[in-house]
């Protein structure tokens, strides 16, 4: 059973515009959530994370929002950049099980100039 | 510094052949995890050393398939009598430490094993 679902394959967004890219899950026991970029013939890059102590965290143009009553976190990109096109992976990981990810299926990220 | 590298980067294989798909992790991780990510989906858990031990093989799906990290360092994931289901891209990734708290997980660029 999938323990993170991310129900977006895909997003186009306008270059400058917000990119906000969604993902929910299931398992409570989950304590430390992860966005990772991938791009095709490269294995997945680390972006950005949120501890489930927190409720948001910040690096440049991204930020990670993380709702644990909702079991819901997401991604916020601004501004977009062309550049920013990928495949984005939300994970999930809880320090019973020695951080092993959960990932969703993804969401093709297209930034248009 | 180099990172995790993977060896081959595709392999081809027949049917009931058995394979070995070799990573490399960062110099110094002690933390050795293998995915397997199969076409429109997420990469999937298989199983996690720490050190040389498998601390959790809880995703492996069943007894073809098996890890060894005899050293601590360079881990072979084995796959016995393939099957064309086993067709995926096999991840691995690498972090310092993963027994107290989180450490980044990097990746490897992944073997592309196809099961003809």
């Known amino acids: 059973d999938q323990q993170v679902k991310q129900n977006s394959p895909s997003l186009s967004v306008q270059e400058g515009r917000i990119s906000i890219l969604n993902c929910d899950y299931t398992n409570s026991m989950f304590d430390y959530f992860l966005w990772y970029k991938k791009y095709p013939a490269e294995g997945p890059t680390f972006l950005i994370s949120?501890?489930?102590?927190?409720d948001k965290n910040e690096d440049g143009r991204f930020t990670v929002f993380l709702n644990k009553s909702a079991k819901h976190l997401s991604l916020h990109i601004v501004p977009s950049q062309p550049g920013d096109s990928a495949v984005y992976f939300c994970a999930a990981s809880s320090s019973n099980s020695g951080y092993a990810l959960n990932f969703g299926k993804g969401t093709s990220l297209l930034v248009t100039p | 510094g180099a990172g995790v590298s993977q060896t081959p980067s595709n392999k081809v294989t027949e049917k009931g052949k058995y394979v070995e798909l070799r990573c490399d992790p960062i110099?110094?991780?002690?933390?050795l995890y293998w995915y397997r990510q199969s076409l429109g989906q997420g990469p999937e858990f298989l199983i996690y050393?720490?050190?040389?031990?498998?601390?959790?093989d809880s995703g492996l799906p069943n007894d073809r398939f098996f890890a060894v990290r005899p050293e601590g360092s360079v881990s072979t994931l084995k796959i016995q009598r393939t099957e064309r289901g086993d067709s995926a891209m096999y991840l691995c990734?690498?972090?310092?430490?993963?027994?107290?708290?989180?450490?980044?997980?990097?990746f490897g660029p992944g073997t592309r094993l196809t099961v003809l």
């Open positions: 990734a690498s972090s310092l430490l993963a027994a107290r708290s989180y450490n980044e997980q990097f």
């Open positions: 949120i501890s489930s102590i927190k």
């Open positions: 110099s110094g991780h002690t933390a």
């Open positions: 050393f720490q050190g040389t031990g498998a601390a959790d």
